[in-house]
């Protein structure tokens, strides 16, 4: 039977019973698959990383014991089977052996992002009724550890704050092993972070069985091997490179991750010569910046092989500079933390490398490719085979309903099981999805995804604001900008600076705040005199696009 309850919308169960005979879900959790990898490649390496500006090289065997203990200290600490956890990490070792432990305890990692700020973690607080917080003391200037007290205070059901690093954690990290049952495969294993159209992010449960069975053909599919060394350039808390492949794809096929602390070319150039990484992946901003700077760097890459591109379009001509630039092979991937994932395949033909996204990594991943002018269109009403449409999807690592989200489900869900992505695709014969838009009224700021909503609603909190609208301004580097148009109120003056500075300091992540804010007299409107949100966004566009 599928694990479900009133806040987790579960496959049909005719529809798990398919998947398990069809070897997508092997019953396996994560804590029970470290362990067969453990005894697997118990030397091996698994996890490089830095702590305190000192490397740290842990070996399958010795990650496992830490997770071992950190599960049996986070229950002598009072966490329990089914409580969620905030987990706000940066791409440190730690993060592997905490993440592992809380789920070899059953409890739920919530995986919030280093770059967000007290307003999103309160939320997903919130949201999630988390009894605890796992965060570091300071991360790039931001004192973390005060942000997730502050929370703690204002949050009812957060009971505690562990800090990674401090004299309490290396207690608990320290307790000796005792035996946990296994959590239920077919269960939430932890919750991941909606992109976000409408406010903030949605809640993404996420199970052992769905989850694994998408890090398993992930690591098949980008050819990860035991000699593989994966570098998790971006925060490994993303959806990306935690498992496409990711971390756990990597330590899937039984081969190294290395995190990197940041992503820029110098760090991660270094970490490719010195530890003779294979294989990573970055969004399209950052490979631009890493094709620039390999003209001019004097580190060793020949040791890279394929460089993945996804987390938002990676453009022909970017696509055409990375292979000679890197002297690697370039893999396209499109993907969603609500579930569907596609790569170019490593045998694909050039043009497709180019000019595709990738096919679904499923046989059983259906795809519908939708009226998009028709937002309550029915999985059925497909579009003319090569036609644009909006993306709809279902099958065996896609949810069926977002966490304590009845209402946004109904809408985000059609009746028979399939997601609305919000992406606008053209479906080639080969299978091969080219992505050529959103449906949703969201920005893809560098593969983040912004709200234009929520930011919105921050500008309006301005007492000088009457209204605002922000849109998404094309950018050769970001891909998009965000740019606010705001209306001030009457007999009141606002400048852009100032709005940029009161949104910043409402403590959101920083690439929410606009990197262009306009003050106008009025919105314009549409050619027939509505003015509703999205069709005043679409009216701004145009004009930033003609100007």
């Not at 990692?109 to 965060?135: D, G, K, M, N």
């Not at 498992?243 to 330590?251: H, K, R, T």
């Not at 096919?359 to 085979?385: G, Q, T």
């Amino acid at each position: 039977m599928s694990a479900a309850g009133p806040d987790h919308v579960a496959w049909p169960p005719e529809v798990a019973a398919r998947y398990r005979a069809a070897g997508h879900w092997r019953g396996q959790t994560f804590g029970a698959l470290l362990g067969t990898l453990a005894a697997a490649h118990a030397g091996r390496t698994a996890v490089v990383g830095e702590t305190a500006g000192e490397t740290v090289r842990w070996t399958f065997s010795e990650l496992d014991a830490r997770a071992h203990r950190i599960a049996a200290g986070l229950v002598e600490s009072g966490i329990t089977a089914g409580e969620r956890v905030v987990l706000q990490l940066p791409n440190v070792p730690e993060f592997l052996p905490v993440v592992f432990g809380l789920w070899r305890v059953g409890a739920w990692p919530v995986f919030a992002l280093p770059a967000h700020r007290h307003s999103e973690l309160r939320h997903f607080a919130e949201q999630s009724e988390a009894t605890a917080i796992v965060t570091v003391d300071t991360h790039e200037r931001h004192d973390h550890a005060a942000t997730a007290r502050a929370v703690a205070d204002e949050v009812a059901s957060v009971k505690r704050v562990l800090v990674v690093g401090s004299a309490e954690f290396d207690e608990l990290a320290a307790t000796a092993p005792r035996e946990l049952p296994d959590p239920d495969s077919e269960g939430v294993a932890f919750l991941q972070l909606s992109g976000g159209s409408t406010g903030l992010p949605k809640l993404i449960p996420r199970t052992h069985d769905d989850y694994l069975y998408s890090v398993r053909e992930s690591a098949r599919i980008c050819a990860l091997r035991p000699d593989s060394v994966y570098l998790a350039a971006l925060p490994v808390s993303h959806n990306y490179p935690l498992s496409s492949p990711g971390v756990l794809g990597a330590l899937h096929a039984g081969a190294a991750t290395v995190l990197a602390p940041r992503p820029d070319a110098d760090t991660a150039f270094r970490l490719v010569e010195s530890e003779g990484v294979t294989i990573t992946g970055v969004v399209p901003p950052l490979a631009a910046a890493w094709v620039q700077a390999a003209a001019r760097t004097e580190r060793d890459l020949s040791s890279l092989e394929v460089l993945l591109v996804g987390g938002a379009k990676c453009g022909r001509e970017l696509a055409e500079r990375i292979g000679p630039a890197l002297g690697c092979r370039l893999q396209q991937v499109f993907g969603m933390a609500e579930g569907l994932v596609c790569y170019t395949r490593l045998d694909d033909p050039e043009e497709l490398v180019l000019t595709t996204q990738g096919r679904p990594i499923s046989l059983d991943d259906e795809i519908r490719v939708v009226d998009p002018d028709d937002p309550a269109a029915p999985s059925d009403a497909v579009v003319e085979p090569g036609a644009i449409g909006a993306l709809l999807t279902r099958g065996p690592y896609t949810i069926r309903g977002y966490y304590r989200a009845t209402a946004h489900n109904a809408e985000a869900f059609t009746p028979d099981g399939f997601y609305r992505t919000g992406d606008l695709v053209r479906c080639h014969p080969s299978g091969h999805l080219e992505v050529v838009g959103r449906a949703k009224e969201q920005i893809n700021r560098g593969g983040e995804k912004v709200a234009a909503e929520e930011v919105e609603n921050h500008l309006m909190a301005h007492p000088a604001v009457l209204d605002a609208a922000v849109v998404g301004v094309p950018d050769a580097y970001l891909g998009e900008r965000t740019c606010a148009y705001v209306v001030p109120r009457a007999g009141t003056e606002v400048t852009g600076a100032e709005l940029r500075r009161f949104v910043r300091e409402r403590d959101v992540a920083s690439f929410k705040v606009p990197d262009l804010i306009e003050v106008v007299a009025r919105f314009p409107v549409t050619g027939v005199g509505k003015t509703s949100k999205r069709e005043l966004r679409a009216a701004l566009a145009a004009l930033v696009e003609k100007e």
